[in-house]
């Protein structure tokens, strides 16, 4: 299909090309961070450039602004860059300013993670060797050593150059180190004073930002640097190798701090500067967890949807996932580059996949997680500003406790009587009690508000707004269910909400020609808001719409044949080419195009002869169609064993560390190779790992690929 139907407009273009031309202020208050003087609320994404195909840079940046990502993170991996001595390397997926050109081609403005000490689960944390083998101690205050960082700074500076935001580039933000205090360096005054002079080496380098951040959790050394939180649904680095007790990253709380992260390293402080007079900012809420050996939790789309809503009634104004898009280590020239016990860290990890479970793939695919976070990144880019200003107002007695399983827990953050109560009773791994026809209730201002009974299912979480101004005139008292996202219109705005529940709406005033749209939560989830001319509308579609070259683009998986629907509100101008309007389904107007599409075949066989009881070797070959259009190719394998490795023409190119998950692989980074080798590792029941689920396992353990298929992925312009 050639040609698109173009959603994105002349006015949205000409509009993304003033907000490049037109230079933002950036700064902060106690309370939130400020955008040309307005609150801002950002939701903020890590994607690791030297972990991901230059190529796809751009793909992967559309997909991160479809599900509402508005800034972009990312570490600076030293030993990525200088493995030997005074050999850089900023070239192929390397190529840091080419990265930075890509985020700004994309419109959006982008944290930079620097070190010198990064962790991400590399080796060394990212130190390379040759530092790790001079006579100095790093990450001290050792002049050896903070002369190796002045030089790096200085290096990264010029590779930066002319991309800071004070010089029209994306750069707006720049984290120094990374946990120090809770995972390595120095103790007290030392500490502080080390973070210090690492601050004014990058700022003598030219390394500065509207925002100078560091990581605060675990009793981590701020020196004064705005402090960055996080929070996991569990802890693949903790030495445990059991389930963990219930996560207090899903309770109410005051508590900035998630004591799980450093648990390898035996912190377990709270941070110094969490609650202070800073904004309450997260850099780092799990978006998913990436296994380790001995460690392999494996969160849902709901673990991670709850973790952000309970983190957004604690008071949270900027949502930080990592990771957001998931990526594979770089090959070495003298060693892998993960994090390894030998290398002396506490956990291995694979050698090449970095995952993560993201909401993004390592392969680019779209995954559940993504949906849930977007429910709340839509409402953030509609409702954050003045959600900024609400301070979170905790029950009392205090609900802090996780292993309450019982009391159904609740927050409120609101400002002169308006706001938003939040309900959470999803506890990950931990069934939570059903509430039957609970009465919520809310205090605003004087009076109490008291919303419809409803159960409360174990596993719900929510929210719902009141006294929320519907324009100048009206005023939604209560409802029973979420915003989404303000269609704006000419013909008068829509205020789209959603829930599975009676929405009750209660208004007063005269809302004109603003309507209040109610939708269920599976539709909003495959929600996706687009603009065509001067207006805006809502597309709901099982697949990704993204945006390419000022259309729109759905990224379909499809068999034979198949008929792709989107249903659009409201109904459109002109029918799409290629689609033919198919009829309404409540306020949705359907559009369908039947495709016809070729799916690869594959052959999976395995090798007669073994050359151990240990493992067990297959090769697939695949059979493209001619002619295909094909974006991608999607092998999906259902194995079991403790790990599998991915070889094409004798060369290793991926691995996976067993989980219960299939496994994808997609092709188009290799060039669709006609033949791929896997090898499987046994898994034996003694083995030293936790899984949350055990696969049932003969006595000798099992490596075997059971069952294997194919996916062509198609871009179909809408």
Avoid at 166 to 186: F, K, R, S
Wanted: aromatic residues 12%; proline residues 6%.
């Amino acid at each position: 299909i050639t040609g698109g139907y173009p959603f994105f407009s002349n006015r949205q273009r000409s509009r993304r090309k003033r907000m490049n031309e037109e230079k933002s202020s950036y700064s902060y208050n106690s309370d939130f961070l400020l955008k040309n003087g307005k609150p801002w609320f950002p939701v903020m994404g890590e994607l690791h450039y030297s972990r991901y195909p230059k190529k796809l840079w751009p793909e992967a940046l559309a997909k991160m602004k479809a599900g509402g990502v508005t800034v972009v993170s990312s570490y600076i991996f030293w030993i990525h860059h200088e493995e030997k001595e005074g050999g850089y390397d900023f070239t192929g997926n390397r190529d840091l300013r080419g990265f930075l050109h890509a985020v700004q081609d994309a419109g959006l403005p982008v944290f930079l993670r620097i070190g010198p000490w990064c962790h991400g689960e590399v080796r060394n944390g990212g130190l390379p060797d040759w530092i790790m083998e001079k006579d100095y101690e790093p990450r001290t205050n050792d002049k050896g050593y903070l002369e190796e960082v002045k030089a790096y700074f200085a290096v990264l500076a010029e590779q930066i150059r002319g991309l800071l935001w004070e010089d029209g580039g994306p750069v707006i933000g720049i984290q120094i180190e990374n946990e120090y205090g809770c995972c390595g360096g120095l103790d007290g005054e030392e500490g502080e004073a080390h973070m210090r002079v690492l601050t004014n080496l990058a700022l003598d380098a030219g390394l500065k930002a509207p925002y100078m951040t560091a990581t605060g959790w675990g009793g981590a050394h701020t020196a004064g640097l705005l402090p960055v939180m996080g929070g996991y649904c569990d802890a693949p680095w903790d030495r445990s190798l059991e389930k963990l007790p219930p996560n207090g990253n899903y309770v109410f709380t005051p508590e900035r701090d998630d004591s799980n992260i450093g648990s390898d390293f035996g912190k377990k402080e709270t941070a110094r500067t969490a609650n202070g007079n800073y904004p309450y900012l997260t850099a780092e809420l799990g978006g998913g967890l990436q296994p380790t050996r001995h460690r392999r939790p494996v969160p849902s789309a709901s673990d991670t949807g709850a973790m952000s809503l309970v983190k957004l009634g604690c008071g949270a104004n900027l949502l930080g996932y990592y990771m957001y898009h998931g990526g594979t280590n770089p090959k070495g020239k003298y060693s892998s580059l993960q994090e390894t016990k030998a290398a002396g860290s506490w956990n291995d990890l694979p050698e090449y996949n970095y995952d993560f479970n993201a909401p993004v793939g390592e392969y680019g695919q779209v995954r559940e997680s993504f949906r849930e976070i977007k429910l709340l990144a839509l409402f953030l880019q509609d409702f954050g500003e003045e959600l900024c200003a609400m301070k979170p107002r905790f029950p009392e007695p205090l609900m802090d406790n996780p292993e309450d399983l019982q009391t159904l827990r609740t927050c409120v953050r609101e400002k002169d009587g308006r706001g938003y109560l939040f309900v959470n009773n999803h506890q990950r791994l931990y069934p939570m009690k059903n509430h039957a026809q609970v009465s919520l209730k809310v205090k605003a201002g004087e009076e109490e508000l008291c919303f419809p009974a409803e159960n409360v299912r174990d596993g719900d979480y929510f929210f719902y707004p009141f006294y929320l101004p519907v324009g100048e005139h009206a005023v939604l008292i209560s409802a029973s269910a979420s915003p989404l996202c303000i269609l704006h219109r000419t013909d008068g705005e829509r205020y789209i909400f959603y829930g599975d529940r009676e929405p009750h709406f209660r208004i007063e005033g005269d809302p004109g020609k603003k309507e209040l749209i109610h939708i269920s939560r599976e539709d909003a989830r495959h929600a996706w808001k687009m603009e065509f001319g001067t207006e805006e509308y809502l597309a709901v579609c099982n697949y990704p719409i993204v945006e390419e070259g000022g259309s729109c683009k759905v990224l379909f998986r499809t068999g034979e044949t198949e008929e792709l629907e989107i249903r659009v509100y409201p109904e459109l101008p002109t029918v799409p080419r290629g689609f033919v309007k198919t009829g309404n389904e409540g306020i949705f107007t359907r559009y369908s195009q039947r495709i016809s599409r070729n799916t690869p075949s594959c052959n999976l066989q395995k090798e007669e002869k073994q050359s151990s009881d240990e493992e067990c070797r297959y090769r697939i070959e695949l059979d493209y169609a001619e002619e295909t259009e094909a974006e991608d190719v999607f092998l999906k394998l259902d194995y079991v064993g403790e790990s599998l490795e991915l070889f094409i023409d004798g060369k290793k190119e991926g691995d996976h560390f067993y989980t219960g998950q299939i496994w994808e692989i997609g092709l188009k980074r290799f060039g669709f190779p006609e033949n791929v080798d896997i090898t499987v590792h046994r898994l034996k029941r003694d083995m030293p790992v936790y899984l949350e689920q055990w696969p049932d396992l003969p006595e000798e353990g099992a490596c075997r690929i059971s069952r294997l298929t194919a996916e062509a992925e198609y871009k179909l312009f809408f």
